[in-house]
């Protein structure tokens, strides 16, 4: 097994075609496609369905990817290494995040690393911070910036605590409560609610918090990303409960602070093997030391 053969499997199995993981791999489908068959006849298994509509994986195919993943990333960490040693920073550094983090500027992190490390390969993915955990764990994030409850904890990586804030409600300008300074849970639940999808990580900090107070909500809308909650709110569709660090960067909306408001924990994620060499550098630029205690309070 070679891994340049590893690689067009995974490329085939990401795409779902030959021709696109061809021109993914700059290499000619032809040349693609016999690897990919040499390496099913080593195996002695077929990876892939073939027709001349579709490409799907066979149920050896999807058993050999979670290993074929780990295999490239460690040959590509073991070159990273390498150039660590002679004091070079390479290979991969993909970062996931959720759009409300505040306690670190990504972007502009993101610049100065580039600056400093032209030769590492940079992605950024936005998402929910179970599926990012998640991620990080399967080892297709080397990185992820999560808001999470105080009572979640992520399983299977390296957790640091970034920062703790409190959530405050976000309300149309009009709406009456918009020239309150402050409201307790119990009024709000008799207002309509946007906000992220049930099961998720943001939003499990708000439903844990009415249900300890004993109160029931109308969450009417469920968007898939914050940042489209203050167009619902803007409105006077619903309200909302958002970050008080992250409402600032808002405009169109009122803010109250709540009386019994939640508590919400901004964390930084990686692998449990340790960071690779261009993750350590990223975690260093930010001023987040790889060898902090990791936090062992409950997160939920």
């Avoid at 290494?81 to 670190?104: C, D, K, N, P, Y």
């Avoid at 930084?268 to 630029?285: E, N």
């Amino acid at each position: 097994m070679e891994l340049q053969q590893v690689r067009y499997v995974l490329a085939v199995a990401e795409t779902l075609s030959f021709t696109r993981a061809a021109e993914r791999c700059l290499v000619v489908q032809s040349a693609l496609s016999h690897q990919v068959a040499r390496l099913e006849q080593e195996l002695g298994a077929r990876l892939f369905e073939r027709t001349s509509r579709r490409v799907r994986l066979t149920a050896a195919g999807e058993a050999f990817l979670p290993a074929a993943r780990q295999c490239l990333e460690a040959a590509e960490r073991a070159v990273a290494e390498v150039a660590a040693a002679v004091g070079e920073v390479r290979g991969r550094l993909a970062v996931g995040l959720i759009s409300t983090v505040t306690a670190v500027d990504i972007p502009v992190g993101l610049r100065e690393f580039r600056g400093r490390h032209p030769q590492v390969r940079i992605s950024l993915r936005v998402g929910a911070s179970k599926d990012l955990v998640e991620q990080v764990r399967q080892g297709a994030l080397d990185v992820a910036f999560l808001g999470l409850p105080t009572t979640f904890r992520p399983e299977g990586v390296t957790a640091r605590e970034l920062a703790r804030g409190r959530l405050v409600a976000a309300v149309a300008p009009d709406h009456p409560l918009a020239s309150r300074e402050r409201v307790p849970l119990r009024e709000l639940a008799a207002e309509p609610f946007v906000d992220l999808p049930a099961g998720s990580a943001g939003r499990a900090q708000t439903d844990l918090a009415f249900a300890a107070a004993g109160l029931v909500r109308d969450v009417a809308f469920e968007v898939d990303e914050a940042s489209y909650i203050p167009r619902l709110v803007g409105p006077g569709l619903a309200v909302a409960m958002l970050p008080a660090a992250y409402v600032p960067q808002l405009t169109g909306i009122a803010v109250v602070e709540v009386t019994d408001a939640p508590t919400r924990i901004e964390t930084v994620v990686w692998p449990r093997t340790g960071p690779s060499p261009a993750t350590a550098a990223f975690l260093a630029l930010l001023g987040i030391p790889d060898d902090a205690p990791t936090r062992n309070d409950p997160i939920a």
